[in-house]
């Protein structure tokens, strides 16, 4: 069992900054292969960011490539989501998810990973 809790949203003006956290149980953390999806109001839910077990392989959806940056400190059993130049589109509750076993080109797939947080509201105003 993996428990995962997020942390760090809030509300903030566009083109400004949030860091998200996502603190995960589990000895074996530095084994899990972490991703955050985000759902807006309406919509489905969809892939942000994925990073491999040693934090050395990312992928980024195409809407947050280079405004996002997703990393981890596998000493710490975290994973962070660095958000910058922030627009309303990117308003939406944020979750963390955690896949057991490594989804390779398959990993902005849902369906992939194994345990998620409660999520944490991300509000970006006008």
């Known amino acids: 069992q993996v428990q995962l809790v997020e942390s760090g949203g809030g509300l903030v003006q566009a083109g400004g900054s949030l860091r998200l956290s996502c603190a995960a149980s589990?000895?074996?953390?530095?084994?899990?292969?972490m991703g955050w999806f985000r759902q807006a109001p309406g919509k489905e839910r969809e892939f942000v960011a994925a990073i491999g077990w040693s934090g050395g392989i990312t992928y980024y959806a195409v809407s947050v490539k280079g405004r996002f940056t997703i990393s981890r400190d596998n000493a710490k059993n975290e994973v962070y989501l660095q958000m910058n130049s922030l627009k309303p589109e990117d308003t939406a509750v944020y979750y963390c998810?955690?896949?057991?076993?490594?989804?390779?080109?398959?990993?902005?797939?849902?369906?992939?990973?194994?345990?998620w947080g409660q999520g944490t509201q991300v509000t970006v105003s006008s």
């Open positions: 589990g000895r074996t953390f530095s084994s899990y292969y």
């Open positions: 998810a955690t896949a057991l076993v490594n989804p390779g080109g398959a990993y902005a797939s849902d369906g992939k990973y194994d345990y």
